[in-house]
């Protein structure tokens, strides 16, 4: 989609870089999806192991902040899970009211064959960019996101 001179200089850029970022964007989570997928699991179920697996056992509570989910989404991701033998809901000893999700060990195990398969997958999408140009546009996408 062309939009040059037609809106005027501002407009004409920031819908340019619009339309850059969705198409990036639908790349990028295209090869992520794929990857995803390619070890039998949905993105969801993926993002719970991998929050378990980077930072441990917590509440359902804070899975929903960690992956921007709604409790309703995040139990039924939760008990798929658990059918599978990759969590388990344990009471926390601190809170009797508190149920906190932790891997299993097949759980474990999973997280530590699939995620650096999956990491070195992102890192090929992004090595048409080199280490700078990364590290810059994190940054930008930083500032942008934050200041919206």
């Known amino acids: 989609m062309k939009t040059t001179k037609k809106y005027g200089p501002k407009a004409d850029a ?22 995803i ?8 179920q993926f993002a719970v192991l991998e929050t378990l697996g980077h930072l441990g056992p917590m509440t359902i509570g804070v899975l929903c902040k960690k992956q921007l989910v709604s409790g309703g989404n995040m139990t039924l991701v939760v008990d798929n899970l658990e059918k599978e033998g990759l969590v388990q809901r344990i009471h926390s000893k ?10 299993t060990e097949k759980g474990t195990q999973l997280f530590e064959d699939t995620f650096p398969k999956h990491a070195n997958n992102i890192a090929d999408a992004a090595s048409v960019l080199s280490a700078e ?11 942008l ?3 919206l």
């Open 14 to 35: 920031a819908l340019s870089l619009w339309v850059k970022l969705a198409r990036a964007y639908m790349t990028f989570a295209r090869r992520s999806h794929d990857s």
């Open 37 to 44: 997928r390619s070890f039998g699991l949905t993105e969801p």
């Open 94 to 103: 601190n809170d009797r009211r508190a149920i906190i999700v932790e891997l």
């Open 133 to 143: 140009e990364q590290e810059t546009l994190s940054r930008l996408l930083k500032k």
């Open 145 to 147: 996101g934050t200041n």
